[in-house]
């Protein structure tokens, strides 16, 4: 893809956080780190974050039933690609390119499938800061303070995401006036175009009327991301950190909170910044936390790019349609 200002403005950032991680950290010691690491654990994570994209296949599964009911297998495919491409292009345009994706094989509104994953990542978000809401009874007091403050403004932007997904579903026609006032220096053709993907979107907000799909959405929720936080705690322990579980969900948090802010393509730098930060915290040396924050990121992202390319090449889709994607979606 053609490089822009959001592309450089990533690698940018990425590299920032990357000089951060690294900095006082001695290239030896890191050598030595992972030479004396166990990596049983290597395999057995790779298979858990295959799980948790199962699970999140499923629960799209669900979000999408009220527009059709797609099978697991097509889902998954659309989902491993999606997450592949979040790998390797900016700004998360994976989520657009799984939207079209899905969209053509199923012949489903590609704004609506992109619609039901807005409502994904607001799951997303619910979960991860319930998880720091219950690790909070035994830990709180030592949270870093970064970490209180960014959480707290991640609530609050999940909370008005939610609101206003609830309201363009439940009060769509004054929802809608209010949008179309606010596009209106827009030049006409563009404002249309907007008017007309936010009915498509709100086509994909069906599940807000299923209390029962809403419920089991968030099951599979918790269910997305434990995987994540057992694979913290066991790669934790391949480098003789010990720690209590609270601390891999906190972990687990913060990096979730991390991989929000713009960076280079597979959140690099991000991760590794997050990971020393708050492992830091509890008297884990740098060394130790950049080694498993690298061995952390080579399990989550090799076998899903891995996986996702497979996918791309078995639907025949070229990086030339995904780069259309973005502009169809």
């Avoid at 619910?126 to 949270?143: C, K, N, P």
């Avoid at 799909?213 to 434990?226: G, N, R, Y």
């Avoid at 040396?285 to 080579?298: G, N």
Wanted: net charge positive.
């Amino acid at each position: 893809m053609r490089a822009n200002w959001k592309t450089i403005v990533g690698i940018l950032i990425s590299a920032s956080f990357l000089y951060l991680a690294f900095r006082k950290v001695d290239l030896n010691e890191l050598k030595a780190t992972f030479q004396a690491a166990d990596y049983v654990y290597v395999v057995p994570s790779m298979l858990l974050i295959m799980a948790s994209v199962w699970f999140r296949t499923l629960r799209w599964r669900f979000l999408l039933k009220p527009v059709k009911t797609i099978p697991l297998p097509s889902l998954f495919s659309s989902t491993m690609i999606g997450l592949m491409a979040n790998n390797l292009l900016p700004a998360r345009l994976g989520e657009f390119v799984r939207a079209y994706t899905v969209g053509v094989k199923e012949r489903i509104s590609k704004s609506s499938s992109l619609a039901t994953i807005v409502v994904e990542r607001i799951f997303d978000g619910f979960t991860l800061l319930f998880f720091l809401a219950v690790i909070s009874v035994f830990r709180a007091r030592e949270y870093p303070p970064w970490l209180r403050h960014s959480a707290y403004i991640a609530l609050s932007f999940y909370i008005c995401a939610a609101i206003l997904l609830v309201l363009l579903k439940v009060r769509t026609e004054p929802a809608l006036r209010i949008l179309s006032a606010l596009t209106t220096p827009l030049p006409g053709r563009i404002r249309d175009r907007i008017i007309h993907l936010l009915h498509s979107f709100i086509e994909g907000l069906q599940v807000l009327h299923s209390t029962s799909d809403v419920l089991i959405s968030a099951i599979l929720s918790l269910l997305v991301w434990l995987p994540y936080a057992v694979t913290i705690h066991l790669l934790l322990g391949s480098f003789d950190i010990v720690l209590p579980v609270q601390i891999s969900f906190l972990v687990l948090v913060a990096m979730g909170i991390g991989v929000m802010i713009p960076s280079a393509p597979g959140y690099i730098g991000t991760i590794q910044f997050v990971c020393v930060a708050v492992l830091s915290a509890f008297s884990v040396t740098r060394d130790e936390a950049l080694s498993f924050s690298i061995l952390y990121h080579v399990c989550t992202y090799i076998p899903v790019t891995a996986v996702g390319l497979i996918y791309l090449l078995i639907e025949g889709i070229s990086f030339a349609e995904m780069r259309d994607s973005v502009k169809q979606t």
